[in-house]
């Protein structure tokens, strides 16, 4: 009998500890990748210092891969913290760091060396590899053609990893990787001459194309290509699929679409005799008269650079700019407009900027308060444009479509329609040129671009300041062929 309860006490004993232990053990799960990042309140990033993804202005922190990282944060309910690496390498060490980045949102393209460092996101914008060259030496048009040419690449890239397979196939060809520069800086030294070609992605050509004019596509390597984030390898897969329902939504929703209009949508406005152009008035004019705008951004709280910016699209910062209709001065203002503002002599450069600084503070003032910023700057160009009036039946129409009245990038779809009878005699205001501030804006917004790049601050005590910021300049050499004014 007393064996029996001793068995029996055995095995309660054994069943009570057995349960302990497994309430010990769900006790101390470790929690999930995307458990952490809510349990700290941050989503710390690591990312690149350039154009196309990461860098500071006089407003702040912007880019590409900032933005759309600021959005998943908020969509998480958490802050947002920057990190920036200074070489790819650096990037995926720190990745893979214990407690580094939760993720990297840097340009990246997935490929098989890094394959055993990240995982990667789904894609959320394509890109294509290509080869470019300095206008006036002779272009390539094949990777043969490659040999003998002076190529410098990012150490690390996937364009260091395509030329590696290239090189399999000729191996003549050669090429050198460095980690101390970023892609605005290899064309910067392709522009100089330095370098005979280099590899760079579409969208980073596209976004710095401005401030090296003599730089062309020579053949295109790679399409079908797409960026995407990257997180550390491991078993937990929950920041991993966070990101991926993300950038999905991101695509349906318009957010992807909306950002890539506001990085890339314009960047294609300026031709190599406009660049060539423009960073000549920016050396020759604009210093004349850029205490008045500096003094009219002060006066009517608005950028400078894009004061600046429209006054160039309306006359090339020139003072006695007359249109065929009778509108004058730097900032083309007509003559009733002129009066509303207090402007006696439309000619006078300092009356007219300030004039025109009112005007378009008052426009963007007199907006529906439905339309948020960055939106609202750009609806208050067209209205500078085209009148309140056309711009308000252009965003009915764009409703009546289906489409967002709020958003520019619908409504300007739309604006064109007000040139075409059948739907301009369905509007209050009638007929108007609309495609006219489409084409307004988008310049406006590629010399803002420009403006806002050459005058960048340095900035100190932080990581960026560390290496510099990426200030890219204006080239001044002249073209082949000199340009007609």
Not at 19 to 30: F, M, R
Not at 408 to 428: A, E, G, H, M
Request: charged share 25%; proline share 5%; with cysteine.
């Amino acid at each position: 009998m007393l064996s029996l309860i001793a068995q029996r006490l055995r095995h309660s004993v054994w069943l009570l500890t057995t349960v302990l232990i497994l309430l010990l053990s769900a006790c101390g799960e470790q929690p999930t990748a995307l458990e952490r990042v809510k349990e700290e309140g941050v989503l710390r990033v690591i990312t690149r210092n350039s154009p196309t993804t990461y860098y500071q202005d006089r407003h702040g922190e912007t880019g590409f891969e900032y933005d759309l990282a600021e959005r998943f944060a908020k969509s998480l309910g958490v802050k947002l913290e920057i990190e920036i690496a200074n070489s790819l390498d650096e990037l995926y060490a720190r990745l893979n760091a214990p407690n580094g980045p939760h993720l990297a949102a840097a340009g990246l393209i997935e490929s098989a060396s890094r394959s055993p460092l990240a995982r990667f996101s789904h894609g959320y914008l394509d890109v294509t590899l290509q080869v470019v060259h300095r206008h006036g030496q002779p272009r390539p048009t094949k990777p043969e053609q490659l040999v003998g040419k002076r190529i410098t690449v990012v150490k690390g890239s996937v364009h260091a990893e395509r030329l590696a397979e290239l090189k399999q196939r000729l191996p003549e060809l050669q090429y050198t990787e460095s980690d101390e520069v970023e892609v605005v800086d290899l064309l910067g030294m392709l522009d100089e001459g330095q370098i005979d070609l280099t590899l760079v992605g579409s969208n980073e050509l596209a976004m710095n194309q401005f401030s090296f004019p003599n730089v062309r596509v020579a053949f295109d390597l790679d399409s079908n290509q797409h960026l995407a984030w990257a997180v550390a390898p491991g078993a937990d897969a929950s920041l991993l699929q966070a990101i991926n329902a993300f950038l999905d939504k991101a695509q349906t929703d318009k957010t992807l679409q909306e950002l890539k209009e506001r990085y890339y949508g314009h960047a294609e406005v300026l031709g190599y005799v406009g660049t060539y152009t423009f960073a000549r008035h920016l050396q020759q004019r604009l210093p004349r008269y850029e205490q008045h705008f500096l003094k009219a951004a002060e006066n009517y709280k608005v950028d400078w650079r894009l004061l600046a910016a429209i006054g160039y699209q309306e006359s090339m910062w020139q003072p006695e700019a007359t249109s065929k209709t009778g509108v004058r001065g730097l900032m083309m203002l007509t003559q009733r407009t002129a009066q509303a503002m207090g402007v006696a002599n439309r000619l006078d450069p300092k009356q007219s900027i300030h004039g025109g600084a009112r005007y378009f503070t008052e426009v963007h003032a007199g907006l529906p308060d439905s339309i948020k910023e960055p939106d609202r700057t750009w609806f208050a160009l067209a209205a500078y444009n085209v009148g309140g009036g056309h711009l308000e039946d252009a965003r009915k129409l764009t409703a009546a479509a289906g489409l967002n009245p709020n958003k520019w990038l619908d409504v300007k779809k739309i604006l064109p329609r007000l040139s075409q009878k059948q739907w301009y005699t369905k509007t209050r205001y009638g007929y108007a040129r609309g495609g006219e501030p489409v084409h307004f804006v988008n310049n406006i917004r590629r010399y803002y671009d420009i403006l806002t790049w050459v005058t960048q601050p340095q900035l100190e005590g932080s990581q960026v300041a560390d290496r510099g910021l990426h200030q890219p300049g204006v080239d001044k050499t002249p073209p082949k062929v000199e340009p007609r004014l």
